[in-house]
Each structure stands twice: as structure tokens, then as C-alpha cells.
């Protein structure tokens, strides 16, 4: 499977490989993140918070419910004021707009997935590919979704907001890769999901890693982000307080006993 084609606002297209992350010193990180704070009403949020994502990584961003997670990842779409620095791709997005963050190729899979529901699969879809152009590379993009969800082009026709849960976080992801990310920004996917559709979807997001799209996976689940993520990062109380590679992450005692219940 093929990521979907970039429009050039997006940037030239990835070099294709085996989906292995470039190691620091070879090559500057795509997302650089230093002292990032956001809150929301005056309370802070997130504190300072300082990481960074390499091109065609698969990156897990893990914490309890109320860790800051979803502050983070509105903070890097430019959907929430922040202070600090977010310089992608060379490029600082503090203080840009969220259309500009995502004319750049930063797109975000909301959590609870916030579909048209008026409109139909296809619709949605297509909203998603709305700042690009060439008809034909979003026609091609729109059949791989279909290749890749059937489900959705059985149900292309249908309201988006008639189908089950399930298949409306198929849509949602759908939808943000027909906008063709550099970085794909996904948030608490498992979320409510039965485990044989979550697998699908880790399935799909592990695919299109190994096409040259960075992820970026923010889940309570902390299991299943790690298990296919090449490195993490632990935040608590709105600090990040752990990074290491997956493995080291699982088998750190302090996550074993906070969230894997070891």
C-alpha cells in the first residue's frame, strides 16, 4: 500500500524504504519540540515539554487520563495558544493558524473521531483532501482508501453518522490521509473499539509508516502503542517524565507497575 499522494504544499515525497527511523545524528529531526506550554483559562496544562520525531518514525506518546496528552497534540496543530518552540520540518509553527500547521502537512485523527455526520462516507472523505490539488491523485487516493477499508466503500453512500463506531474511526482515519500528512498526529484511537478493529487500524497506521508517513500515537493504551512504536515518551501531570525506545519503555519497571500492570 502506497501513502497517498502530496500536493506541493506538502513537500516532496518521501524517500521509500523498510520504515526504519533515521537515528539522530544522521539527519535533523522533522518535529522539534522545546519548552511547549499550553493550558487552558490560565492553568497550565502542559509544562515545558521537550521531545522530538525523526522522518518515517513511529513515535507513542503514553499517560493516565488527565496527563495532557490531548493538550499536546492541539498545542502541535496550533488549535490551542502555546509558548515554547514547534519547529517542523525547519519551520516554526508557533503562532501559525491550524489551516497553515495543516497546509504543511500536520494533520490530525481527532479522539472521538468528529465526522460530518450529515454527509456521507465519501464526503468525508473527500473534506479531507480539501487544500489539495490534481483531481486524479485525489481520485487514485480515494480508491486506495476504499482498497484499504472496505467496509467504507460498501458504505460510501451511506450518512457518516449512521455507521457504528467502529467503522466511523475507519472514516476518521481515512479522511486524514487523503489530506496526505507528513506527520499524522492520532489521538486515543482504541478508545471504545472492538481489539479485532483496533488491530486493523494499528495494521493500517504500521503500513503507512513503512511509506514514509511520521506518527505520531497518543494512547492510554499503553501496550498497544508501544508494541509497534519505535520509541515513547511517558507524560505525567503534563511532563514528560520517561523517553526511551519501546522496548526500553516496556520493560522499565516504573511503567510495568503504572501501566501494564506487571
Do not use: W
Amino acid at each position: 500500500m502506497n501513502a497517498p499522494g502530496r500536493s506541493q504544499a506538502h513537500g516532496p515525497e518521501p524517500v521509500q524504504g523498510e520504515g526504519a527511523p533515521v537515528s539522530a545524528p544522521e539527519r535533523a529531526p522533522l518535529l522539534k519540540v522545546r519548552g511547549l506550554s499550553a493550558g487552558y483559562g490560565g492553568m497550565l496544562a502542559l509544562h515545558e515539554a521537550s521531545f522530538e520525531i525523526h522522518a518515517a518514525e513511529l513515535v507513542a506518546l503514553v499517560g493516565s487520563n488527565g496527563a495532557g496528552k490531548t493538550t499536546l497534540l492541539r498545542a502541535l496543530s496550533c488549535v490551542l495558544p502555546c509558548s515554547g518552540s514547534i519547529e517542523f520540518d525547519g519551520q516554526e509553527l508557533v503562532g501559525m493558524t491550524p489551516d497553515q500547521a495543516f497546509g504543511r502537512g500536520l494533520v490530525q485523527m481527532p479522539e472521538g473521531r468528529q465526522l460530518f455526520d450529515r454527509m456521507s462516507v465519501q464526503d468525508n472523505l473527500l473534506m479531507g483532501a480539501h487544500r489539495r490539488r490534481g483531481q486524479a491523485a485525489i481520485a487514485r487516493d480515494l480508491e486506495r482508501m476504499y482498497a484499504m477499508f472496505p467496509v467504507l466503500s460498501r458504505r460510501r453512500r451511506q450518512l457518516a453518522g449512521s455507521m457504528s463506531g467502529g467503522e466511523q474511526q475507519m472514516c476518521a482515519m481515512a479522511r486524514a490521509l487523503m489530506a496526505a500528512p507528513r506527520l499524522l498526529l492520532v489521538d486515543e484511537m482504541s478508545l471504545g473499539l472492538a481489539p479485532v478493529v483496533v488491530q486493523q487500524l494499528m495494521d493500517v497506521l504500521e503500513s503507512i509508516r513503512r511509506d514514509g508517513v511520521t506518527i505520531l500515537l497518543v494512547e492510554q493504551d499503553v501496550q498497544l502503542a508501544l508494541a509497534s512504536a519505535d520509541r515513547g515518551y511517558v507524560l505525567e501531570t503534563g511532563r514528560i517524565v520517561l523517553e526511551g525506545t519501546a522496548r526500553q519503555l516496556i520493560d522499565d519497571p516504573a511503567v510495568q507497575d503504572a501501566y501494564l500492570g506487571l
